[in-house]
């Protein structure tokens, strides 16, 4: 090719990729951003061996998606996620915004990657003042009751409420009617 030949055929190319995809119209699932920005690196002036010591220290804490600004909590348990699944965090998300809730006001634990720390140790990591349970059961928490589904219970401080997967509920019209009639409760809607 000649170049005037291959100065036709990349400007060509390029308005073509253009037309396809336009950087202001790219949405990400909030899973995946949570995970591109899951090790951001703040300057801060501290030395690099103090940030070290604070990444070690995080490494043994509960890890958690979300800022928990009103104290409620969701536990899940999914083995092959970091925090929860990408469809399951988008139909979890739409849970929240009907409950004038987002990501910034809870903080969701996978119980699978807690290393089978109890209730008590997390909430204590993780403060709660409401708990959601998403097919995760109460023993394997080790809290010393057991919860009905999609009954709201105040045990030791906190509001607890018990739930099957996400999975389950996203599938059944009557499993969402009951979480919605249990969230409603909840939360004062």
């Known amino acids: 090719m000649h ?5 036709k055929a990349v400007s060509g190319f390029n308005k073509n990729a253009v037309s396809l995809m336009s950087l202001n119209d790219i949405h990400l699932p909030p899973g995946t951003i949570a995970d591109l920005y899951k090790n951001v690196l703040i ?9 070290e010591t604070k ?23 999914y083995e092959d ?24 006001d809870i903080a969701i634990i996978n119980f699978a ?22 097919g995760v059961k109460t023993e394997s928490l ?9 009954q709201v219970q105040f045990f030791d401080g906190i509001n607890y409420l018990s739930s099957p ?4 509920i996203e599938k059944d019209k ?11 409760k909840l939360f004062n809607l």
């Open 81 to 104: 996620a970091v925090h929860i699944p990408d469809a399951q965090l988008n139909f979890l998300t739409s849970i929240l915004t009907a409950c004038k809730l987002n990501l910034d």
């Open 113 to 134: 990657r807690s290393s089978g720390r109890s209730s008590k140790e997390l909430l204590k990591e993780v403060p709660a003042k409401s708990v959601l349970l998403f």
């Open 165 to 168: 997967l996400l999975d389950d």
């Open 55 to 77: 990444q070690t220290k995080q490494k043994d804490s509960t890890s958690f998606l979300g800022n928990n600004k009103k104290q409620v909590v969701i536990i899940v348990s």
């Open 142 to 150: 080790s809290l010393p009751i057991s919860f009905p589904l999609f």
């Open 43 to 51: 300057e801060s002036g501290q030395s690099i061996s103090r940030i």
């Open 174 to 184: 009557t499993l969402k009617g009951q979480l919605w009639t249990s969230l409603k």
């Open 3 to 7: 170049c005037k030949e291959t100065e």
